[in-house]
């Protein structure tokens, strides 16, 4: 059966649905393919964001919009992520896409043959799968309709590089939202203080200058943010330094244009 298109009917009391919910979310790693992204279709969703965005649902509004560079490791803690070659055989077979494993195993796995180097290759393949693309679908897109500005951040906290989850999903919201409580204050404790005030005034400084003006760049930024379209591909890094990047992830994208398994690169 492939998940991609699945549409179907319940009569189930909320509780009985937030378990079986709960049970699927805990065992991830039994099922692959699960997170793969999909779409379902009905009432509420009845078309994916992409079509309305092309058809200028969003015209004149002006986004920033980015990824990290290490999405997945922090889903890779508890299985959520591709761990294996095996496993990535199997998230192809449930979609039935099984013949372009060897395409995707050459692109992402070229060290194969080094076992050090398999788990960098699942994480580098589920970052870009699970959040790069559809990312880069949606700037592509909406660059068209308005002004677009793109960030990857880069910036590795201590800790977090300690323990070998460096850049992962999240960590940039402490940092633009000027916010370290709770578990921000534990992420960022050994964080040196200059390092810290500099990524926040990097970053809050233009997500509040984007709120007042329409435009994130100011005199917070070492670097002119330059606005992100479909043929420069323009994109800002944060990190200790700033620094604009043209033509941004262009052998990926070249790749998955070629093979075809993501709904932007069919």
């Not at 279709?41 to 990824?67: F, M, Q």
Request: hydrophobic share 35%; charged share 25%.
């Amino acid at each position: 059966m492939t998940l991609n298109s699945f549409y179907f009917e319940v009569e189930l009391d909320f509780n009985t649905l937030r378990a079986a919910s709960q049970y699927v979310n805990n065992h991830l790693s039994r099922y692959p393919g699960l997170s793969w992204p999909n779409f379902v279709y009905d009432d509420l969703l009845p078309e994916d964001c992409y079509t309305p965005l092309r058809n200028g649902s969003a015209d004149g509004v002006k986004l920033i919009i980015g990824t990290n560079k290490d999405e997945t490791t922090f889903f890779n803690l508890f299985h959520k992520c591709v761990r294996s070659i095996s496993e990535l055989k199997r998230i192809l077979e449930n979609n039935n896409w099984s013949e372009k494993y060897d395409a995707i195993e050459d692109f992402y796995f070229q060290n194969k043959n080094k076992n050090r180097f398999t788990m960098r290759s699942c994480l580098d393949f589920s970052t870009d799968y699970l959040f790069l693309l559809g990312n880069l679908e949606f700037a592509d897109i909406q660059s068209q309709h308005s002004e677009v500005w793109m960030y990857r951040f880069d910036y590795m906290p201590p800790l977090l590089r300690a323990v070998g989850v460096n850049a992962t999903h999240g960590i940039d919201i402490y940092t633009t939202l000027k916010n370290m409580d709770g578990l921000g204050y534990l992420v960022w404790t050994i964080c040196k203080p200059s390092s810290k005030r500099l990524l926040e005034n990097y970053m809050f400084g233009s997500w509040a200058s984007f709120a007042k003006t329409g435009n994130p760049n100011g005199d917070h930024l070492k670097t002119t943010w330059e606005t992100y379209d479909s043929q420069s591909r323009k994109v800002l890094l944060f990190d200790k330094e700033t620094s604009l990047v043209e033509n941004y992830s262009k052998d990926k994208i070249d790749f998955w244009k070629t093979i075809g398994t993501h709904k932007f690169y069919k």
